[in-house]
């Protein structure tokens, strides 16, 4: 199995610009995570999925984040505007009754 | 108060060192319990899941103390590979799937 696939791998955009991170869990787990990480703050669960489906979207620090998983292999995590406080590490991880890490997006707004 | 607390360390070893580190927890409902490792700009990678009764994985000890609401990690023989960050996992009130991440222990392993 090849895991956890994340895109891209690094992101630089200008502030106000949208980010989209993608996401392909591995087959047979019915569940999604996105974290993102800070040196300030940790690893924060922002949003997961159960069967395709958002059970928890508390996480999610303002409406300028939206996330979406359309089929069981992808999901996305959309961020619009863009601000330079996004600049984080954003793993995507899938499991079922734990987590398995992607190698995350290393998002970077200036 | 956080869900999950940790030593953040550093916690600066010999090789061959014998090494703990505690985590506790506020839920004392949580049912899940595991500890991850993340190397430096790397993904956190699952090490062991955390049983009622205690585990060993080779040089690994995981342990949960229900009473007192903490979970603890001993390596023996320390190698110069176990530096990292080790990240304590637990899950949320009446969600076996929502889990709650440590700001992680490190852990340097000197030659």
């Known amino acids: 199995d090849a895991g956890v696939i994340q895109s891209p791998r690094h992101e630089v955009t200008e502030m106000g610009q949208e980010v989209t991170l993608r996401c392909k869990p591995i087959?047979?787990?019915?569940?999604l995570f996105w974290y993102r990480q800070t040196m300030m703050r940790g690893l924060e669960l922002l949003i997961y999925?159960?069967?395709?489906?958002?059970?928890?979207d508390s996480g999610m620090p303002e409406d300028r984040f939206s996330a979406k998983m359309p089929n069981a292999s992808f999901s996305t995590l959309k961020i619009q505007p863009s601000e330079p406080r996004d600049s984080a590490v954003y793993f995507c991880?899938?499991?079922?009754?734990?987590?398995?890490f992607g190698q995350g997006t290393r998002l970077t707004v200036v | 108060r956080k869900e999950v607390e940790q030593d953040p360390g550093p916690f600066n070893v010999p090789e061959g060192a014998t090494v703990a580190f505690n985590c506790t927890y506020s839920?004392?409902?949580?049912?899940?319990f595991f500890w991850y490792r993340q190397d430096c700009r790397k993904e956190p990678k699952l090490l062991m899941s955390?049983?009622?009764s205690g585990n060993e994985d080779g040089r690994f000890t995981a342990q949960l103390n229900r009473a007192s609401q903490y979970i603890s990690l001993l390596i023996r023989d320390s190698k110069l590979s176990d530096s990292a960050t080790y990240l304590c996992?637990?899950?949320?009130?009446?969600?076996?799937?929502?889990?709650?991440f440590g700001s992680g222990t490190k852990l340097n392993v000197k030659p």
């Open positions: 991880a899938s499991g079922s009754g734990d987590a398995f």
């Open positions: 087959s047979g787990h019915d569940y």
């Open positions: 999925f159960n069967n395709n489906v958002p059970i928890d």
């Open positions: 839920n004392s409902a949580s049912q899940s």
């Open positions: 955390v049983y009622s």
């Open positions: 996992v637990v899950n949320a009130l009446g969600n076996f799937n929502k889990f709650y």
